[in-house]
């Protein structure tokens, strides 16, 4: 996919050198056609290793895709430069008279925080009440899929007994599913974070659908609204060494981390990790992609409220015992 960005984002080579086509905006405006537009609201702390890995995974769709990064205002980042954040970040400010195809709020490092005590949490509600009439679908990744879960349907997060960190085996519960289309059966994800999702009150939410879960991980890909809410509470567009550079930030803390699951060859961190999530995640990226181009309208000003696309939930419980939906 031609992604679009702009001309001097640190990304751009970086990419180019993957062989992945990176468009700037010279080139862009040459061409007589209206692009996806994809904001991304960037939490984590290393937000140019973000961005390296979100736009790897957005990379492989076929249509132009013009991408913007944007930043909470009420919060100061200490792990990366004033200079690059000025250079390439919005402000809620800045884009909340505007409409977007597609939204991706990523992860943070604050789960064990109750969600008020989050510094930009206010600001953050702001802007999720936003994305529901600004936006066609919103894609929430790990705390932001709690954070939108707690938000927007009342479901709490819980406190694991230890980090959940490794790469899991996943299954497909809903093949017909939009963001399942060509997965196969079972599918691997890497998983970082302390804590869990009430899953008694995800069951029981009518208005939530999951068709992805693991179990030893809980629920992993929830629908709500049509899918224009998508929760996904891993991270699939992890690189090979993300997981290897957290492990080995936590144990030069003294934190004693376990050795992230089904990651290192023979289990052993000198050795390089196994890639083994890729497919799978260029495949639910693709297929959100897809989603959205074929279903949001072409002038975005169109867009209805998420409110009024509401879903008929289907008795899906009873297949979380292993059954898989049919082809």
């Known amino acids: 996919m031609p992604i679009k960005v702009q001309n001097n984002l640190p990304a751009k080579p970086i990419l180019e050198a993957e062989n992945i086509f990176v468009m700037d905006e010279n080139r862009a405006i040459s061409q007589n056609i209206r692009p996806l537009k994809i904001v991304i609201l960037n939490l984590m702390p290393l937000k140019e290793d973000t961005e390296l890995d979100l736009l790897r995974v957005l990379s492989n769709f076929p249509i132009q895709t013009e991408i913007s990064f944007m930043k909470v205002s009420t919060y100061k980042s200490t792990h990366t430069s004033s200079t690059h954040l000025n250079a390439f970040y919005l402000e809620f400010k800045d884009v909340q008279e505007d409409y977007f195809d597609g939204f991706i709020i990523t992860g943070a490092p604050v789960e064990k925080m109750d969600f008020s005590e989050v510094e930009y949490w206010k600001e953050l509600e702001e802007i999720m009440d936003w994305s529901k009439t600004h936006v066609f679908s919103t894609f929430h990744i790990c705390w932001g899929a709690q954070a939108g879960l707690f938000h927007h349907y009342g479901i709490r997060k819980v406190l694991l007994e230890k980090k959940l960190s490794g790469v899991y085996k996943h299954r497909v519960l809903h093949r017909k599913k939009m963001l399942m289309r060509g997965m196969d059966d079972e599918f691997f ?139």
């Open 189 to 327: 994800v890497p998983q970082s974070r302390y804590t869990g999702l009430d899953e008694e009150a995800l069951k029981n939410n009518k208005e939530l659908y999951v068709v992805a879960d693991s179990e030893e991980c809980g629920s992993y890909i929830i629908l709500a609204c049509s899918s224009r809410q998508i929760f996904v509470t891993g991270h699939s567009e992890y690189d090979r060494y993300d997981l290897d550079k957290e492990y080995k930030r936590d144990l030069g803390r003294g934190l004693n981390p376990d050795v992230p699951v089904n990651y290192y060859p023979d289990n052993d961190p000198e050795k390089k990790p196994i890639l083994s999530w890729r497919s799978g995640s260029n495949c639910i990226y693709s297929n959100w992609l897809n989603f959205v181009y074929q279903e949001t309208p072409y002038v975005l000003e169109d867009l209805r409220p998420v409110s009024e696309d509401s879903y008929l939930r289907e008795d899906h419980w009873s297949e979380r015992d292993g059954t898989v939906s049919s082809t």
